[in-house]
């Protein structure tokens, strides 16, 4: 009857228990391994697209060091969409299922099973990343030849994991208030949508581009300005918290450039230095400051989010 | 006398609903304790309190002499539980589910290993542990949910309607289970509607309606208790007519009715009327040939004790 364990089982043990719990369950999801297939045929699309346009048109491969660099940083659909799979049901699908009376009636605390999902998805996530940068980076090899600053892979990951745990939190948060898939599901996508669009016409048309700073997201859309120099309108780079990996990079590659924000302005009659001159300038600010900010913003928002999540989730009531 | 489970005037709310009201429960260790009442009288809704699943709004719960309130892990590492129709996770095996939960406990890995493999045999899923739970029927997920209420060798197992959904051998099977752990001297208290069950199983009884406890104690008392004492079955050789008569003037005796040869006595007495009865009996000439005390069933008890609060 009296073991040792029955007095102290130890937190670790128990954490490990809600991981392998919720781990289990993300890699057998239909729907995140629908995911995890659609990245790496895009990833795929994206090595070999070039390669055959190039043999079609009977033109050489041409080597290309940066391949890997320029491409890292996923797309803000790709990040939400892994949130959106890994965390959909979390939360609310235990209620959904049921299967939340038996867990939270076993000798672990609501704050470990929450944790214990977080950690998981973070687990998740991250082994589908790290497989496809090197993916990324091996194809790029063998195609584009050996590949520059692959020093900068793990950060990118990092950045990636970043900006994806903000949509985690906010997916987590939101299934722990509805304890609803559907419903969770649907509001993130208008989140999404709401931010990337929105975004978009916020930065093009307002100046009210600053508030961008602080919404998760695209956010403002500025151009690389080096110090000293004129701009130069190619070098455009987004600056929302789904762009962290991005923002990375050209700080290591560039530290001391200037993101300058502008906007679209119609001044009447034909524009005369083409489409550049319908650009306003607004201000600039030090990549620096950009980066740092957006990384404080996720950071921000993955405490308030996820600190709201376990908030409602330990005073939930179990009816079901 | 050690409780393991105590409620002092526990009281639950669904908005203006109250499903348990001030509810005084009283759960002695090492006994086999029924949980009874008709649908929507407050069982599940008490089981779920006591397991911190739901906050009460008035008064206050000890399970094993831990305070219940809030979400006290250490509370429910004594308790093994069962939850009326419970779902477990489908993606999962029922091994992987069990080896898990096993963890939580903090159960080392031989110890789940040899446990896990001894409760598949009892609650009869052997040969099915490597199955997903998805692949399961109503009563295999039944079935599990037994095991995993077992798995830590807890000192108290809650079980709520563990019967429901189970085929008739299975049913018997569970019963006989709950005997069978309760000779570790570990308290069992499950709900039910099955009386038949309860009766067979349990040596004590709550008996609840609409969140208000209506009976409770020991199974024989509460029976007779409430339906007073015993059913006087005595055969008689002859002349039935002149016994009755003098039966029928014995001060607690309540009710008679003979059937042929068979004189059916309802008494009211406390203690044993059985001399009183015989000698009755003698000084009328009659001979009787056989006497037995028929207990009333728990249903006649439950149905009357129903009935009378309306
Ligand atoms: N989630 C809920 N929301 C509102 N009312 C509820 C809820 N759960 C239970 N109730 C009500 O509380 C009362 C008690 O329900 P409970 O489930 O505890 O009964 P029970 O004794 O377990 O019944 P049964 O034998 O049918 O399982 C019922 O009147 C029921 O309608
Ligand atoms: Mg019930």
């Not at chain 2, 752990?181 to 308290?187: C, E, H, L, R």
Request: charged share 20%.
């Amino acid at each position: 009857m009296d073991k040792p364990w029955k007095r102290e089982p130890k937190l670790i043990g128990q954490l490990w228990a809600v991981v392998r719990y919720e781990l289990l369950w993300n890699i057998r999801k239909k729907k995140f391994i629908g995911v995890l297939i659609v990245a790496f045929a895009i990833t795929t699309l994206n090595l070999t697209l070039p390669v055959i346009l190039r043999r079609t048109y009977n033109m050489p491969i041409e080597a290309n060091p940066d391949y890997v660099i320029s491409n890292s940083g996923m797309g803000g659909l790709m990040l939400f969409l892994f949130a959106l799979v890994t965390v959909m049901n979390s939360i609310s699908g235990e209620f959904e299922g049921g299967t939340i009376v038996p867990l939270l009636t076993k000798p672990v605390s609501r704050t470990l099973i929450l944790i214990g999902k977080i950690v998981a998805a973070f687990i998740t996530i991250f082994a589908a990343y790290l497989l496809l940068y090197a993916y990324m980076i091996v194809g790029g090899t063998l195609i584009y030849g050996s590949q520059n600053n692959l020093n900068l892979t793990p950060l990118c990951i990092l950045g990636d994991l970043l900006s994806t745990f903000v949509w985690v939190s906010i997916i987590l948060a939101l299934g722990s208030l509805t304890k609803n898939t559907i419903l969770t599901s649907v509001i993130a996508i208008m989140v999404f949508l709401a931010m990337n669009i929105g975004s978009s016409i916020i930065s093009v048309f307002t100046e009210s581009a600053w508030m961008l700073h602080y919404l998760p997201g695209n956010g403002a859309a500025g151009y690389i300005k080096v110090v000293g120099q004129p701009m130069v309108y190619a070098g455009s780079i987004s600056t929302g918290t789904d762009n962290i990996t991005k923002m990375i990079i050209q700080y290591c590659l560039h530290p001391s450039v200037n993101v300058t924000y502008v906007k679209v302005e119609w001044r009447g009659g034909t524009p005369q230095g083409g489409l550049s001159s319908l650009l306003k300038e607004l201000y600039s600010e030090p990549l620096s400051l950009v980066l740092f900010r957006a990384i404080s913003v996720a950071a921000a928002y993955i405490i308030a989010l996820i600190t709201l999540a376990w908030y409602v989730f330990k005073r939930t009531q179990i009816l079901e | 006398m050690d409780l393991a489970i105590e409620t002092i005037d526990l009281t639950k709310k669904y908005g203006s609903l109250v499903a348990v009201n001030r509810l005084n429960l009283r759960v002695i260790k090492g006994t086999i304790h029924g949980f009874l009442g008709p649908n929507g009288a407050g069982k599940t809704t008490t089981i779920k309190i006591l397991v911190g699943l739901l906050k009460p709004d008035g008064g206050r719960a000890i399970v094993l002499g831990e305070e219940v309130h809030g979400d006290n892990p250490r509370a429910r590492l004594k308790i093994g539980y069962m939850p009326e129709l419970p779902k477990f996770p489908r993606h999962l095996k029922g091994w992987e589910l069990l080896d898990i939960y096993g963890q939580m406990y903090g159960m080392p890995l031989q110890e789940r290993r040899a446990r896990i493999k001894r409760l598949m045999e009892v609650v009869g899923l052997k040969g099915r542990e490597n199955d997903l739970i998805g692949e399961y029927s109503k009563g295999m997920q039944q079935r599990l949910g037994i095991a995993q209420a077992l798995l830590s060798e807890p000192e108290l197992v809650i079980l709520d309607e563990p019967s429901l959904g189970l085929d008739p051998v299975g049913m018997v099977e569970v019963r006989e289970m709950i005997r069978e752990i309760a000779k570790d001297g570990v308290t069992i208290f499950l709900s039910s509607h099955l009386l038949s069950e309860v009766e067979q199983v349990c040596t004590h009884i709550s008996i609840i309606h609409r969140g208000i406890c209506l009976a409770e104690g020991p199974l024989k008392d509460i029976i007779s208790k409430i339906s007073g004492t015993a059913i006087l079955e005595v055969e008689v050789a002859e002349t039935p007519d002149k016994i009755v008569e003098a039966v029928k003037r014995l001060p607690f005796v309540s009710n008679i009715h003979v059937e042929g040869s068979k004189v059916m006595i309802e008494t009211n007495a406390d203690g044993d009327v059985r001399p009183q009865i015989s000698r009755a009996i003698i000084e009328t000439g009659g001979t009787i040939i056989y006497m037995n005390v028929k207990m009333r069933s728990l249903e006649e008890a439950f149905m009357r004790l129903i009935m009378k609060s309306g």
